[in-house]
């Protein structure tokens, strides 16, 4: 995972301002809310690839996250504003992993580093499946 603070805001990101009612007892952005975070930047991802929603012309054919995980870095306080990133990682026949960098501007730190794997998802049917092409064409054109 590249730690280059400036590569990595160069990278594509969304921005998210620390709400006060994130942090915890310990005066902290809870930990859970990180997953929060990770999701608004894949969803922004899959959207910017324009795959975002059910199309009737897909056949139901969507997305289903199998996994994700956080590594915590540094505390993040109120008032701050997260920059946080997804990079393609690997593309495989049904599924592709995310990367992802939360970065506290206050900071200027990478505050967390996560991944998530979403599968591809046959939704009628309940099970997973083989990705179409035009899926992987548009997710090969992601990568950077």
């Known amino acids: 995972m590249p730690h280059d603070l400036a590569q990595l805001l160069r990278a594509p990101h969304i921005s998210i301002p620390v709400a006060w009612g994130e942090m915890d007892a310990l005066g902290h952005v809870n930990n859970v809310v990180y997953f929060r975070y990770m999701e608004s930047s894949r969803i922004a991802f899959l959207r910017g690839i324009g795959w975002d929603r059910m199309d009737p012309a897909r056949k139901g054919i ?3 996250l199998q996994n994700v995980n956080c590594r915590f ?8 504003t997260l920059k946080v990133t997804s990079r393609l990682i690997s593309i495989e026949t049904d599924r592709f992993t995310l990367e992802h960098e939360v970065i506290s501007e206050k900071l200027s ?12 998802y046959d939704y009628p049917n309940a099970r997973k499946t083989d990705m179409p092409a035009e899926m992987r064409e548009r997710l090969e054109r992601a990568r950077i």
Do not use: M, Q, S
């Open 62 to 64: 969507g997305f289903i």
């Open 73 to 80: 870095r540094r505390p993040v306080e109120f008032p701050d």
């Open 109 to 120: 730190d990478v505050a967390a580093l996560g991944t998530g794997t979403i599968v591809v």
